[in-house]
């Protein structure tokens, strides 16, 4: 079994990695080896279980085959390219309208700024240091994508952990429009530890919208970051739908005046099933605005997670700011946490947030039923509505109905073997 | 009693406190009745009681048709015939006013079709056609919300309407479009209760009885005239002539989770 040591390390910098890489490689694989996997009692790991060690785990040695694309990505009507990348290598990379590189290049570009700190838990660590392959997404100043760059990220291969890594740059005045879609082999214990890196230029606009659909079996992990230009525009949805822990770790610097930001998603647990949300939205620019819209469910034994914190720097004056979590908890034993949080150090500001845990309210079934709707019925109604809300928010059409379709699935199925109470 | 909604000895509690006391009431289907009482009498709670609202210690019986409305939950009653419109409707996002009849039409037995003919022209009737595809009760106004309740009743033709405070909170000319949808709604196969704590909407609604109701009891029923004293004299006058002492004038327990988007939010 090939392990995540100093000799992997020296296989996977070959005599063509460049001096800087391999040295940047090398510094994180000695952050990697001085960090130990979350355990939970870190607060940004709280409530969570990780039950995976670098030890019981192997990286990949070569790509599985791709996996079918799944009923989000058939549904799409029109798509602008497509990127699939298998078990952390990338096997395929086209565009019609942006430039889609493959990682060697981005090793020749050092210029790109991590966004992720290589230090900010053992699996950024070992992304810096055993990632080595990626995909970057340049969209040229004034570009406009109409239909999405569909991207694929899967993970087939059992007992490895696989470091995918993507990045979008938008150009000045540039839109971008890319789904990305993650999915695992059924029944495969195996962890993903994806990597997204968001550049949104001055005047840029960014559509990006994620489809979390991996095996209950599998575990992700994914670290997204974006940041914005000046008076560009960033809309980011996320479907959390799949994996024994599905974790999303998104931060969003509002670096360019009246920049905007706007996180929208929804996220259904079933089974034993860990839906971990954790967002840090900063404001750093002068007038700029974001909103986080996060609804989810959870019956069974799932957990739900979410903590949202809402930054505003010292110098961020006229930011406004809102985030609200809602949260359903259809079973007696389901659980979700909801920690808004606000850190604001000047006081020109409007921010506020909203927050909610509980199962379905009592006066909204018994509204729904005094006009004759079985409580069945009735229940059925007001989880469609719940999320609704999230799928009419969507920053990518095209996927309203299987998303819809998913998440239902999952409540009259519950519904009808007796599961939420 | 057939073709009635009879209600008799009808008690109710909540919370250790008694609100209603051994309650009669007969409304026949093809009349529109009136129920007037001050604030804190049992009228809401009487509606609540009879569509099935959890959380009340009822006693006593009420039937619909013969049908014992008690035994059944909710949505039987409803389905059976009853249906309230409520005086905070509740506001449900991401629901739309249209699917919810549809819904709601189909379990009557309709077809979709059906229904979505009978919306349309209930809708237009009405005036709500612009709020079928909004979120159910979303951001109307007090006077849409009473039309929209109004609505509901037209699209599933209940055998009894129970119309709570049908006319609390509407400016004149908001009460006199629901006075109209009232008197439209008339009908031999239909009874309405239309209960209000004013006078002012039976200038416009011609009851066929008015009943008065004081502390959890029916007090006293008749024609016109009662509309006309209480006018006159407001509810004292009625409790003087029938020598009842006032006793607390503590108002009302409102509901007053109808009004939250959510009873969790932690702000």
């Known amino acids: 079994m090939t392990a995540f040591d100093q000799q992997y390390l020296s296989q996977i910098t070959t005599s063509t990695t460049p001096a800087w890489r391999r040295s940047q490689m090398e510094g994180a694989y000695r952050v990697f080896t001085a960090l130990d996997e979350p355990t939970g009692a870190e607060e940004d790991w709280r409530y969570v ?85 990626g995909v970057s997404v340049e969209v040229t100043p004034g570009t406009v994508m109409d239909t999405p760059l569909v991207v694929e990220v899967q993970g087939s291969i059992p007992g490895t952990v696989s470091f995918p890594h993507l990045r979008v740059r938008v150009g000045e005045d540039a839109e971008a429009s890319v789904l990305v879609a993650y999915r695992s082999a059924d029944g495969a214990r195996l962890l993903m530890v994806p990597k997204i890196d968001l550049e949104v230029g001055d ?9 979390q659909g991996i095996d209950h079996a599998a575990t992700s992990v994914v670290h997204q970051r974006a940041t914005l230009g000046r008076d560009s525009t960033s809309r980011i949805g996320e479907i959390g739908l799949g994996g024994r822990l599905g974790r999303l770790d998104l931060g969003v610097s509002l670096v360019g005046d009246g920049s905007s930001s706007e996180v929208v998603g929804l996220y259904f647990g079933e089974g034993d099933q860990t839906l971990d949300y954790r967002m840090v939205i900063d404001h750093q620019g002068r007038s700029t605005t974001s909103d986080v819209f996060l609804k989810g469910a959870v019956e069974d034994d799932a957990q739900s997670v979410f903590t949202g914190l ?22 007696e034993n389901a659980k979700a946490h909801s920690v808004p949080n606000l850190e604001i150090l000047c006081n020109d500001v409007i921010c506020g947030h909203a927050s909610s845990v509980g199962p379905l309210e009592s006066e909204h079934l018994y509204y729904l039923r005094s006009r004759g709707l079985t409580l069945e019925r009735a229940e059925r109604l007001l989880i469609r509505g719940f999320f609704q809300e999230v799928i ?18 999952r409540f009259i199925t519950a519904q009808a073997e007796g599961r939420v109470a | 009693m057939t073709g009635a909604l009879e209600v008799r000895g009808l008690s ?53 048709e013969g049908e014992d409305l008690l035994a059944l939950e909710v949505d039987q009653r409803s389905r059976l015939g009853l249906l309230q419109s409520f005086q905070y409707p509740t506001e449900v996002r991401g629901v739309s006013l249209r699917d919810f009849m549809i819904e709601a039409a189909e379990e009557r037995g309709l077809s979709e079709g059906e229904a979505l003919s009978r919306i349309e022209t209930e809708a237009a009737r009405f005036d709500m056609t612009r709020f079928l595809d909004r979120s159910l009760n979303n951001d109307l106004s007090g006077g849409e919300k009473k039309r929209s309740e109004i609505f509901q009743i037209a699209v599933l033709r209940p055998r009894m309407a129970l119309l709570d405070e049908i006319d609390s909170g509407l400016d004149i000319d908001a009460v006199k479009q629901v006075a ?22 039976l200038r416009y609604v011609t009851p066929d009885r008015i009943h008065v109701m004081i502390d959890g009891r029916i007090v006293d029923s008749g024609g016109a005239e009662l509309a006309e004293e209480l006018e006159a004299g407001g509810y004292k006058a009625i409790r003087e002539r029938l020598g009842l002492i006032e006793t607390s004038s503590e108002p009302a327990r409102r509901p007053a989770d109808f009004f939250t988007d959510t009873p969790f939010d932690v702000k």
């Open chain 1, 203 to 211: 005047g840029g606009r960014l559509r990006f919208l994620s489809v």
């Open chain 1, 310 to 331: 809402l930054r505003i720097e010292k110098d961020a004056a006229r930011t406004s700011t809102f985030e609200t979590n809602r949260n359903l908890v259809l079973s």
């Open chain 1, 49 to 133: 279980e990780f039950d995976h060690t670098f030890a019981e785990l192997e990286p990949v040695a070569q790509a599985g085959a791709p996996l079918e694309s799944g009923p989000f990505v058939a549904s799409l009507p029109e798509r602008s390219g497509h990127v699939l990348i298998v078990d952390g290598q990338v096997l395929e990379h086209h565009s019609d309208v942006a430039t889609v590189l493959r990682l060697n290049d981005l090793d020749a570009d050092p210029g790109f700024p991590a966004l992720v700190p290589v230090d900010h838990n053992k699996l950024t660590a070992a992304h810096a240091a055993f990632s080595t392959d």
């Open chain 2, 180 to 201: 109209r949808a009232v008197e439209e709604m008339r009908a031999p196969d239909l009874g309405v209760l239309m209960i209000t704590h004013y006078n002012r909407i």
């Open chain 2, 12 to 64: 109710a509690g909540v919370d250790g406190k008694e609100i209603l006391d051994g309650l009669d009431l007969v409304v026949s289907f093809g009349e529109v009745h009136a129920l007037m009482g001050p604030n804190g009498s049992g009228k809401s709670t009487l509606c609540h009681v009879l569509t099935g609202k959890a959380g009340y210690r009822v006693s006593g019986q009420a039937s619909l």
């Open chain 1, 392 to 409: 009419d928010r969507l920053p990518i059409g095209g996927l309203e109905e299987p998303v819809s379709q998913e998440v239902f699935r």
